[in-house]
């Protein structure tokens, strides 16, 4: 369906985004404060719309690119719930 | 603790949010989504809103009291189920009217439509219900 060249690139930015967040994972274990993990967490989720995106390149289906409007809609309200409950524990 | 651009987006991504779970129900027919994904996505909305201003303005949002919204979507979902024992098949068959549509075009429904409306239905019900007592505990001293 889709030509040689664009599944060949396709599947390279599959492999960066991955390595993307093998290193967000990374500041996920390591971070040493709770806002750095959520700023982690928030982007893992933003890497795998990305990644959803292209596998909908690299599959020719549409379909994918609702899933990844979706995660990124959703993720979003998780960081802003996480960041709240945070300001609340502070303000203890 | 207000944080005003947090307002304004959720002003502003509530339709756009409830537009796509539309969406996502309305196209559950024949492809990826359905009821249950697009009552979430309904959901998220209003507890977008209900994190940008308060639990009680997102309960006015809502309009209709959450426990009578899970038991219109229960009866429903049961009700689309019995419509087949009447036609004399099995309870849930699907049982499909043609409609006569635009320019002699004709139009497909179905009950297994009117029961994921049900299914979207109890799921913003009871996904709104758990979070607005959560959110309504926390901001009791």
Sequence with gaps: MTSELVRNASLAALGVLALAVLVAMVRLVKGPSLPDRVVAVDLVGMLAAGMIGVLSIYAGNG?????????????????????????????? | MRSIILSTVARAMLPILIMFSLFL?????????????????????????????????????VRVDLKTLTGFGLLMAAGSGTVAVFAGKPFLTGVWWKLAGPQG????????FFFDLGVYLVVIGVTLSILFSKAEEEERP
Aim: no cysteine; glycine share 10%; hydrophobic share 50%.
């Design chain 2, 25 to 61: 129900l309305w196209r559950g027919h024949n492809e990826p989504g359905g009821g249950f994904t697009g009552g979430l996505v309904a959901a998220a909305g209003v507890i977008l809103f209900s994190l940008a201003y308060s639990p009680r303005a997102a309960r006015r949002v």
């Design chain 1, 63 to 92: 379909v994918y690119v609702d899933v990844a409007i979706v995660i990124a809609l959703i993720s979003f309200l998780a960081t802003v719930a996480i960041a709240r409950y945070i300001e609340r524990r502070e303000v203890r």
């Design chain 2, 105 to 112: 075009s004709t139009i497909e429904l179905g009950t297994p």
